[in-house]
């Protein structure tokens, strides 16, 4: 499948809160293409959810090194770094 294929797949699992199955589409767009901004910023979105704060701060940095512009990388990353200065 094109990589526009797994965009749309991990956006749609991930709106419908399977989180699992979106991780996994993103994961298989990333291979496809290591460059997508969609990819990773699919990644960080799950990670956040799941409370992987690492995961989701390499994911939403990689996004904003693709897309600077992204405004969800920066909510992605902002809210992280909020619950990393949490006890």
Not at 3 to 24: N, S
Not at 56 to 62: D, E, P, S, T, V
């Amino acid at each position: 499948e094109p990589p526009a294929f797994w965009v749309r797949l991990g956006q749609a699992y991930f709106r419908a809160q399977r989180i699992g199955d979106a991780r996994r589409a993103f994961e298989r767009l990333l291979c496809l293409a290591p460059d997508s901004d969609a990819g990773h910023l699919g990644l960080a979105g799950c990670a956040l959810l799941r409370r992987d704060l690492d995961t989701a701060l390499h994911h939403a940095r990689r996004t904003l090194e693709l897309r600077p512009e992204s405004p969800f990388a920066h909510l992605i990353l902002g809210r992280a770094y909020e619950w990393l200065s949490r006890p």
